[in-house]
Structure formats: C-alpha cells, structure tokens
C-alpha cells in the first residue's frame, strides 16, 4: 500500500505549527533580559525573583506527559487551540501585572498552557505527515523553530526593552497566539485516539509532582549547592516516579503506555535524547558566563557571538533526515555523536580569553551545535515514528519530558562538576592578602570573584581577577572533559543497539 504524501495544505500547517514553537523557546530566555527592569518596577524578594523565572520552565516540564495524553483523548488541535487562547490571555495578563504574586501566577499559567502547545504540535506532525521522509523533513523544521526561538529570544527582547517597559515582552506572544487561532482550524487536521479511556488524575498527579520534584530539587542544587532540602526533593521525586510507574502497570488506561519502552528504537532514542542534553545544558551554563565575564561581553554581545552556532545546528537539523534516507539511523545519530565530541574537546583547548580563545570557542559550540542537532532530529523521528499514531501525543510528552529532564540534569550534574572545579582551584590559588569575607564571596562564583576584585586595590584585585579567570577556565575544560566522554560513550550504545534499522528510505523503524 502507498502511504499518503502530505500536500501544499500540510506544509502551510506546519508553518503555523512553528509559530508557537518559536514563541516557547523564546520565552524560556526573553525574561532574563528584563529582569533589572522588573525588579525595579515590582520589587521582588530574592525567593521571588528566582519562581518568576523558574515556574514557567518548572510547569512545562511537569505538565508534559499529561497534556500529551489529554491531546490523544480529547483531540490534538482542539488541545492545541485551547492551550493558545490561554497561552495569549496569560501572556496579556503578565504583561501589565502590579506585583510579583501576580507574576508568578501567570508565569505559572503560561507554563501550563505551554505545556498543552509542545506535544501537540509534535502529535499533530506525526498525523500530517505519513511518509517517513516527508515527516523526517517536518521534524527538521518543528525542532529548528525552538532553535530560532532560543536565539532571537534575547536579540528581540533587547530591541523591545530598548524602547518600551518590561512587560512588552510577553506582548510579543499575543498576536502570534491570535494568527494561531483563525489559521489553526482552516489548515490544521483534528485526530486523536478514538478509543482512548477516561484521563487519570491520580495518574496526572503523580508525574506532576514527581518532576517538579526532580527539576527544584536539581536546580536548587545547582543554585545554592547541594544540601539537605534539594536530596530530599530528588529523593521524594523518584520514590513518587516510581509510583507512578507501577500505578500504570496497573491501569487499563495509562497515562504513558510503557510497552513503549520495550522496542529499543524508543527506549534509546528517548535515551539518547537525555544523555546528550545532559552534556550540552552542562557546557552551555559555563560558555554564557565565560563569554560575559572572561571576555567582558555584554549579555546582547555573547548572544551574537552564539548566533552562528544557532545557524550551523539548523543546518544539522535540516541536513539529518537527507542523508538518514542512505544511512542507517543509527550511524547519523553516532555520526552527530562524534561531531559534538569533537566540539567537546576543542573547548578543552581553552586557555583564556583573546582572539584565539574566542576562535576555539565559536567554531566548538558550531560543531557541537551542528552534531547535537542532527542526533536530536533522527531521534525525535524515530519516537513519533515507532509510536502508533493514536499514541503520538503521548509519545511526543515522552521526548519533551526527556529534552526537559535533561536540560535540567546538566545544569545540575555537570554544573555541579564544574562549581566543585573552580571552587578548589580559586581556594588554592587565592591571594594571601584577601579578607576572610570578601575570600568566601570570592570562591562561590566567577561573578563574585570579579566584584570583590573590583573593590581590592589594584594589583592585589588584578591578582585575583586573574586566579579566579583561570579558575573557571579550568573548570570549563573539565566540563568539556566529561561531555566528550558522556557522547562516545552514547554514540557507541546507538550503533551497538540500533544498527539493525535500515534507512528511511528502505522501512519504517516500527517496521525494523
């Protein structure tokens, strides 16, 4: 039988199905540009501040495996369309919001209507788009929409806070959101799981709680260091995950089908997704701080110098499913693999700053970009693509909730690797002379280094401007040391486990 081939109606549709993509990524970063002129305006506390932030990235995660479950049950553009209108309302709502409980709680809310447009968009790509080559291609575009999203995030949230107030931000989001709504039902076709069961919110409960868990216990970590409160959380996170693992095993309409899990193209993928965000999120923490406090950049600046990394993983994304139609997946996936390596282990050259140093960097995070991205591509198609098509919202929660996870756990994990390497190198290193105070200060992040050394006098704040650089160098490099051996390592467990599937062009993966 020949599978259908998406025509001109479908690929419009994907165009609107890019546009809230976009808009999610950029408001994972946009806020914190405004974050001076927030607090100025609002007057946060510190705790404050940090859940503005956070609850949004917070409740996306969380909210993930459900909202792609809903969509199966009840419909996935309906969900998509509802998820809009309140991701536009809550976007309108924040914009002009008097006081930070106000932000937080639609900050919350956007999070939770994002939550809703993630797996949607994904689910509904798998129905669009039949034939496995025209849905590799459509994966290509849905995953560099996030990456466009992510880099013009900051350079248009600086041009809008360069002339309007805060909240003008989030009015970014609003005609977008409405264009999504009057395109949506002309162009985008409703399908779901028609004999889907009812939704259970114990279920629903479980994997909320358990993520959010995991993700404030981690970044709490990473944060503030490791201590008893942010264990207990992770600890409580798990023990609740497992729950909700056997509770499934139970249930005769599960929130996640975990026979899933059981054909390895999903598992590993799925797998391959978490491992190698783990070690991207790591390096990325500490390449946005060395480009601004090593380099002296500006916020705006350092974003600039990123954009050609942004550029050359497009070009990953939208090369990947080309040449995986003459080679096995599996091989482009390794094959990405062992270019982010490479990436990987040019920033362990890093010496300092200066041309050549800035040099390193660039061309690193363009190789890296260009390997992590075509990896993502091949294993996003591979999850929609094994998982039955009444399943496909599930599936899809499934791949963001391991992108979330893992950006998390890298930020956590390798972040904590690297805190753990500047801090014993600065304590050994660390002038005589310095106050016992301004010494701890000093110890705890690049950041305080270079402002406590703005305050010594001049040779003996030089002296330690520099001790604290190399420091951090240092702990950039030993970063760079464990994602290099993190994607080997992966890019030998795909080849090993996945070499069997043929290319696209040969069979589908269910089918392998």
Request: with cysteine; hydrophobic share 55%.
């Amino acid at each position: 039988m020949n599978t259908p081939r998406a025509a001109r109606r479908e690929w419009i549709g994907l165009a609107v199905l890019a546009l809230p993509c976009l808009l999610l990524a950029m408001d994972l970063t946009v806020l914190y540009l405004a974050v001076p002129a927030l607090s100025a305006d609002l007057a946060p506390s510190s705790a404050q501040l940090l859940w503005i932030l956070d609850i949004y990235g917070f409740l996306i995660a969380g909210s993930l495996i459900t909202m792609g479950t809903l969509g199966d049950r009840i419909g996935r553009r309906r969900l998509l369309l509802i998820g809009a209108a309140a991701f536009g309302v809550a976007s309108a709502v924040a914009a002009f919001a008097t006081t930070a409980p106000m932000l937080i709680a639609t900050r919350a809310l956007l999070g939770v209507a994002g939550a809703t447009l993630m797996p949607s968009t994904l689910a509904l790509i798998r129905n669009m788009f039949h034939d496995p080559r025209q849905r590799s291609t459509a994966i290509a575009v849905w995953l560099t929409s996030f990456m466009v999203g992510s880099a013009i995030g900051p350079l248009l949230g600086g041009v809008m806070l360069e002339h309007f107030w805060w909240g003008s931000v989030f009015l970014l989001n609003v005609p977008v959101m409405a264009l999504l709504l009057v395109l949506g039902p002309m162009l985008l076709p409703e399908n779901r799981d028609p004999n889907s069961g009812r939704l259970d919110l114990l279920s629903a409960a479980l994997s909320l709680v358990a993520i959010l868990a995991i993700i404030y216990g981690i970044k709490r970590s990473a944060q503030d260091g490791f201590s008893a409160i942010s264990g207990l959380a992770i600890l409580a996170g798990f023990a609740i995950g497992v729950a909700f693992v056997l509770r499934q095993r139970t249930l005769r309409d599960p929130l996640i089908d975990l026979r899933l899990f059981q054909v390895p193209a999903f598992s590993t993928s799925v797998g391959t997704q978490l491992i190698a965000l783990i070690a991207m999120a790591g390096i990325y923490l500490f390449t946005a701080q060395y480009l601004q406090l090593v380099f002296g950049f500006s916020p705006l600046l350092a974003g600039l110098w990123l954009l050609p990394s942004t550029i050359a993983g497009i070009a990953g994304s939208m090369l990947a499913p080309l040449i995986a139609r003459q080679i096995r997946p599996a091989f482009v996936m390794s094959g990405g693999l062992i270019l982010s390596a490479i990436g990987f282990a040019m920033l362990t050259q890093l010496e300092g700053g200066g041309t050549s140093g800035l040099t390193i960097l660039v061309g690193a995070f363009v190789i890296l970009s260009v390997g992590i991205s075509a990896t993502m591509t091949v294993t996003t198609d591979l999850i929609v693509g094994v998982a039955p098509p009444e399943r496909a919202g599930a599936a899809s929660a499934i791949s963001e909730t391991s992108s979330e996870l893992g950006l998390a756990l890298g930020v956590g994990i390798i972040g904590s690797i690297g805190t753990a390497v500047y801090r014993r190198d600065i304590a050994r290193s660390m002038p005589g002379e310095i106050p016992t105070e301004a010494a701890d200060a000093a110890r705890d992040t690049l950041g305080n280094a270079l402002a406590v050394a703005a305050r010594l006098p001049d040779q003996l704040g030089a002296e330690l401007a520099d001790v604290a650089r190399a420091a951090f160098t240092h702990a950039l490099r030993t970063t760079a040391v464990t994602g290099t051996v993190i994607v080997i390592a992966l890019a030998i467990v795909v080849v090993v486990v996945l070499g069997h599937l043929k290319p696209r062009s040969t069979t589908e993966p269910a089918a392998a």
